[in-house]
C-alpha cells in the first residue's frame, strides 16, 4: 500500500486485514511514539477533554451489563477507569508505559504495568475489557483476543474502539500513520473473523468516516483566531454539517473507501 518509517503496510488478499512488514523486533516496536510521548500531567489533560467520548463507551457497555467488573487494556492515566467507577462498575487497568501507570496508582487506581499476553491476570473474573485505541499495536490481535477470552465471565464483553480501513488505505488521510507503533489496521471483515474463530457475538455500535473525528477533534482546540472560533460555532450548531464537511473531504481527495473511526462489542458467548 505505501510506506512510512521504513516499513510496509500491506493488505491480505484474503481476509482484507492490513498489517505491517517487515514484522518489527521487539526493541524498535513502539521507537516513533516514545520520542514525543506527553508526560503524564499532559496526557491526563488530553483524557480529560475526551470525557464525552468515554462516557459513551460506558453507556455502550451498560447496555449489555449494568454492573460488574471492568479492565481497561491500555488505560493511559485512567479517565475511562474512572467514569466506570462512578457509572458503578469496579475498576482495574492495564497500562505498560511506567510512568502513566504510577500516575494512576497515586490516584487511588488499580493498574498493572504488565503485558497483557504474560497471562497474569485471573480466569473468568471480568465482565467488561475495554482496549481504546489498543487494536493497531497488538503483536498478534487473534492470539490477544483469544487470551481476553480467557478472562471474560460469560456473558462478559470487549469493548473495542479503533481505526477500520476499506478495501484500500490512503496515506493522505492522517497526517501520521505512526508506522511502525501500529502494527495492524482491521479490514472490513478483521473483526468478524475474530469473532468466528474465537467464539464471540459481534456488534458495531459506532462507525463514522474518520475525517469526521478529525473535524470533531478540532472542534474542542482552542483559538485566538476569529475565524476558527467563527468556522467552530457555524460547525457545531449546523445539525448533519459536519458530516457533509467530511463528505466533501473525502470526495475532494477521492478516498473511494475512506478509513473509518470504529466502536465494536465482542460478547462471550455461553
Wanted: aromatic share 10%; proline share 5%.
Amino acid at each position: 500500500m505505501f510506506q512510512e518509517n521504513g516499513f510496509y503496510l500491506n493488505r491480505c488478499k484474503g481476509c482484507g486485514h492490513f498489517y505491517v512488514s517487515p514484522r518489527p523486533t521487539e526493541g524498535n516496536t513502539h521507537h516513533v511514539e516514545r520520542w514525543d510521548l506527553p508526560a503524564p500531567a499532559d496526557h491526563a489533560t488530553h483524557e480529560l477533554s475526551r470525557t464525552t467520548e468515554f462516557e459513551a463507551y460506558v453507556t455502550y457497555a451498560r447496555r449489555h451489563l449494568a454492573r460488574g467488573t471492568w479492565l481497561d487494556i491500555g488505560c493511559g492515566c485512567g479517565t475511562l477507569l474512572n467514569i466506570a467507577s462512578r457509572a458503578g462498575f469496579k475498576v482495574e487497568g492495564v497500562e505498560t508505559d511506567p510512568e502513566r501507570a504510577t500516575y494512576c496508582r497515586r490516584s487511588g487506581l488499580n493498574v498493572h504495568d504488565r503485558d497483557i499476553m504474560r497471562n497474569f491476570l485471573t480466569p473468568s473474573s471480568y465482565d467488561v475489557v475495554s482496549m481504546i485505541n489498543v487494536f493497531s499495536h497488538l503483536r498478534s490481535p487473534t492470539t490477544a483476543f483469544a487470551s481476553l477470552h480467557r478472562l471474560l465471565r460469560p456473558g462478559g464483553l470487549i469493548l473495542v474502539a479503533t481505526s477500520q480501513l476499506g478495501r484500500r488505505a490512503y496515506k493522505s488521510e492522517v497526517p501520521d500513520w505512526h508506522i511502525p507503533d501500529h502494527l495492524h489496521f482491521a479490514g472490513p471483515e478483521t473483526f468478524k473473523r475474530i469473532a468466528d474463530t474465537i467464539g464471540f457475538e459481534l456488534y458495531c455500535v459506532r462507525s463514522q468516516p474518520t475525517q469526521k473525528a478529525l473535524i470533531c477533534q478540532k472542534l474542542v482546540y482552542r483559538s485566538e483566531k476569529r475565524a476558527f472560533r467563527a468556522a467552530k460555532k457555524v460547525l457545531g450548531s449546523v445539525p448533519g454539517l459536519i458530516d457533509i464537511s467530511a463528505l466533501a473531504v473525502c470526495c475532494a481527495r477521492r478516498y473511494l473507501y475512506p478509513r473509518r473511526e470504529v466502536v465494536m462489542l465482542f460478547v462471550r458467548k455461553g
